[in-house]
């Protein structure tokens, strides 16, 4: 199964056993089942676990979304103004978790900078790291995961650009520098590459790419209409399915 630009699901997505840990304290409630269906995508969460302080009032729109989601809070008093407590409890049992060796990877929803080394240690450890966050998350932090999924892209899509108005996507300098780099890395000598290479290797250039930043729920969908690309679809051996593949023009 095609993700939104990051190459082919593996087959064993759904047997990948992963740990949710919130820190309720920066994420908001309001994104909590759109945000367990996009990590249903990538294996079971076998543990979920929300921190905060939760005899604040601050957290009172949380505490409906936890029963209804099965996900457990864990409760952290605030001992000193401007000390985030919160923090400290999620990294410890991040640890705890990690060493037991009973998980395939971690599911980190915070926008704080301060989980960047957690997520670096994970990923030393040969784990998968999905960070969660607003686009306004730092981005040693987006970076030092496996894959980051801004938040907003779970909420209703934006209509893509169409017409003329896909120019845009050309004058995107960024989208335009990712995308040539991953379909010249995956390109035969005819110039064509198979779509699947070219999201794996945005994945691997971009842990925050998505084609739904475009307002594109595939990636083919966002290859077709940019401007310098060209998408072709191609039978695949078993007569009933096909592949796609894509060049520069």
């Given at each position: 199964?095609?993700?939104?630009?990051?190459?082919?699901?593996p087959?064993?997505?759904?047997?990948?056993?992963?740990?949710?840990?919130?820190?309720?304290?920066?994420?908001?409630?309001?994104?909590i089942?759109?945000?367990?269906?996009?990590i249903?995508k990538?294996g079971t969460?076998?543990v979920?676990?929300?921190?905060g302080?939760?005899?604040?009032?601050?957290l009172?729109?949380?505490?409906?979304?936890?029963l209804e989601n099965?996900v457990?809070?864990?409760?952290?008093?605030?001992y000193?103004?401007?000390k985030?407590?919160?923090?400290?409890?999620?990294?410890?049992?991040?640890m705890?978790?990690?060493?037991?060796?009973?998980?395939?990877g971690?599911?980190?929803?915070s926008s704080?900078s301060?989980?960047t080394?957690?997520?670096?240690?994970?990923?030393?450890?040969?784990l998968t790291?999905?960070?969660?966050?607003?686009?306004k998350?730092?981005?040693?932090f987006?970076?030092?995961?496996?894959?980051?999924?801004?938040?907003e892209?779970l909420e209703?899509?934006?209509?893509p650009?169409?017409?003329?108005e896909?120019?845009?996507?050309?004058k995107?300098?960024?989208?335009?520098?990712?995308?040539k780099?991953?379909v010249?890395?995956a390109?035969a000598?005819?110039?064509?590459a198979?779509?699947?290479a070219?999201?794996?290797?945005?994945s691997?250039?971009?842990?925050?790419?998505?084609?739904?930043?475009?307002?594109?729920?595939?990636l083919?969908?966002l290859m077709?209409?940019?401007?310098?690309?060209?998408?072709?679809?191609?039978?695949?051996g078993?007569g009933?399915?096909?592949?796609?593949?894509?060049?520069?023009?």
């Amino acid at each position: 199964m095609e993700s939104h630009g990051r190459g082919i699901m593996p087959e064993s997505a759904d047997a990948a056993r992963l740990a949710v840990l919130i820190d309720a304290d920066n994420a908001s409630a309001k994104h909590i089942e759109r945000l367990l269906a996009e990590i249903a995508k990538y294996g079971t969460a076998s543990v979920r676990r929300a921190y905060g302080d939760w005899t604040s009032s601050q957290l009172a729109s949380w505490k409906s979304e936890l029963l209804e989601n099965s996900v457990q809070p864990i409760q952290q008093f605030s001992y000193t103004t401007g000390k985030n407590a919160t923090d400290s409890a999620l990294i410890i049992d991040a640890m705890d978790l990690l060493h037991a060796g009973h998980l395939d990877g971690f599911c980190l929803v915070s926008s704080d900078s301060d989980f960047t080394r957690l997520a670096a240690r994970i990923r030393e450890q040969g784990l998968t790291v999905y960070g969660f966050g607003q686009r306004k998350t730092p981005k040693p932090f987006v970076a030092a995961c496996s894959t980051f999924v801004y938040v907003e892209n779970l909420e209703e899509p934006k209509a893509p650009p169409v017409g003329s108005e896909t120019s845009s996507l050309k004058k995107d300098k960024r989208l335009t520098a990712l995308l040539k780099e991953a379909v010249d890395a995956a390109s035969a000598d005819d110039g064509w590459a198979h779509l699947g290479a070219v999201g794996s290797n945005l994945s691997r250039l971009a842990s925050d790419f998505d084609s739904r930043t475009w307002g594109y729920s595939k990636l083919m969908d966002l290859m077709r209409a940019h401007p310098d690309y060209q998408v072709d679809s191609r039978p695949a051996g078993d007569g009933k399915s096909s592949n796609a593949y894509v060049r520069r023009r």
